[in-house]
């Protein structure tokens, strides 16, 4: 029998992956649930994920209610093993106890259909008021009684899938109901300790502190993801987060040694060189070298999104010969933009290596990077688009407001970057804010408008 007790959060381990939690409101008849989100341990495809869905009910679960959690049709997999131990279930952070079938001296009762069209149906024996902040643990993360065993395999194809949440009442009327979306990519084979100062380099030998990233002369060149993340486990030497754009361009964040006392993640996202001109326009007379900045946010072990850092940071910029061909070279600065409100910053402390091709410099901010310069004589300019519509004012607390996509109140850095993947056709419908089939630069525009950082 699984007893009463206050949550208590497990350290997570090195392998668990924390990925970006997409988050769409759908609302009809029934109210919306807020605060809604799924942080998944794995993200890559067809492997068993253990799923931690969170949000805050709208209106009371009346006694003999229900909450039903099911999938995009036919994508993933419930193993016919899964019941009630595979589960845990919090409401205001107080575990609740769990069994196969309705139990009068139970809290609630877990049914598990399983299959590629399963579910989860848990049935509750007390009323659950409204605003309660419901937590449920499915997989190997439930550990309040026993160690869950088996887990929700994820989708065979790349893409964002939704995870629909329902509550009832107790004939089974619809009462409150939204959906979160989850992420399946590829795996990115990056070893945050490996992205050290080689100790030599040249010498014709890959060998110990040296890999493709610091020598490629000895290493090779390295293969070039699309966009990754980078976990950072905790208390490690020289954490790194590292991206090479296609161009064989590059940014490079170096944290202090031992600077996380838990596991982390950061995600580098390229984004084209027109769109951040439009929307973000760079400082007078500079124009952006390369044809992409890097959007760069972070994510801590319980899945809550931060772009500060508490202690100061190198960060290198890598341009290539072919992207500099009409610049100024020795005009070219790093820049980082944060908010609307402060704009484009100079980073600190800035060092070019023209041998090397990179711009270094200290940071404390994540954000959109970029190197900038000036265009020689004579060059045509690369356009700049002067858009800069006023940002309105959010509502901290109000939940799925319109470019909110993960509905925790504000417009910022983690909305643009669920746009930035949604760019094109769009896979989370709540992007396209103009309603035209597409989410571009119209939609971005949008999303400027309503940021408040």
């Known amino acids: 029998m699984k007893k009463t007790g206050i949550l208590s959060l497990p350290v997570l381990g090195l392998a668990v992956l924390v990925i970006f939690t997409f988050l769409t409101g759908d609302k009809t008849a029934a109210s919306s649930l807020t605060m809604v989100s799924d942080t998944i341990s794995a993200s890559a495809p067809s492997v068993p994920a253990n799923h931690t869905i969170n949000f805050t009910t709208a209106t009371d679960i009346p006694a003999l209610g229900k909450i039903e959690i099911s999938f995009d049709a036919g994508q993933f997999s419930v193993p016919a093993a899964l019941n009630y131990q595979d589960v845990d279930v919090l409401i205001n952070s107080v575990q609740k106890n769990l069994s196969q079938a309705p139990a009068a001296d ?13 579910k989860i149906v848990l049935t509750t024996s007390n009323l659950i008021a409204s605003g309660s902040e ?10 309040y009684q026993s160690v869950g065993s088996n887990a929700i395999s994820n989708p065979a194809g790349l893409g964002s899938y939704k995870i ?5 009442g107790a004939a089974d009327a619809l009462v ?11 795996p990115v084979g990056m070893n945050a300790e490996t992205f050290r100062a080689a100790p030599v ?20 060149t390295c293969p070039i993801p699309p966009g ?37 993640q950061f995600t580098v996202t390229p984004v084209s060189r027109d769109i951040t001109a439009s929307v973000f326009p760079i400082p007078s007379g500079m124009s952006i070298v390369g044809d992409h900045s890097y959007l760069v946010i972070g994510q801590d072990k319980n899945g809550f999104y931060f772009n500060n850092l508490l202690k100061t940071s190198v960060v290198t910029l890598h341009y290539t010969d072919a992207q500099i061909k009409n610049f100024k070279e020795d005009s070219i600065k790093a820049y980082y933009f944060k908010n609307p409100s402060e704009g484009w910053k100079e980073v600190l402390d800035q060092v070019r290596n023209i041998s090397d091709k990179t711009v270094s410099g200290t940071t404390q901010s994540l ?27 959010g509502q901290p607390g109000a939940a799925c407001q319109i470019a909110d996509f993960n509905c925790d109140g504000k417009v910022d850095l983690v909305d643009l970057s669920i746009l930035m993947y949604n760019w094109g056709v769009p896979k989370n419908k709540a992007t396209d804010m103009s309603r035209d089939g597409k989410v571009d630069l119209i939609d971005l525009n949008i999303l400027y408008y309503h940021w408040t950082g």
């Open 176 to 186: 409150d109901q939204a959906n979160a979306m989850i992420a399946v990519i590829a």
């Open 164 to 168: 629909y949440i329902k509550t009832y």
């Open 228 to 264: 990754g993340n980078v976990i950072i486990p905790q208390a490690v030497p020289g954490p790194t987060v590292f991206y090479q754009y296609q161009d064989v361009s590059s940014y490079k964040l170096v944290l202090p040694d031992n600077y996380w006392t838990s596991p982390a």
């Open 201 to 220: 380099c040249g010498d014709g030998v890959c060998g110990t502190g040296e890999d493709c990233h610091v020598c490629q002369s000895d290493c090779g």
């Open 106 to 118: 139970q809290d609630l009762s877990v049914n598990a259909i399983s299959g590629n069209n399963g």
């Open 134 to 143: 419901i937590s449920v643990i499915i997989g190997g993360n439930a550990s």
């Open 367 to 393: 954000g959109i990077y970029v190197l900038a310069g000036i265009l020689k004589e004579g060059e045509a300019t690369i356009p700049k688009f002067p858009i800069k519509p006023k940002p309105k004012p």
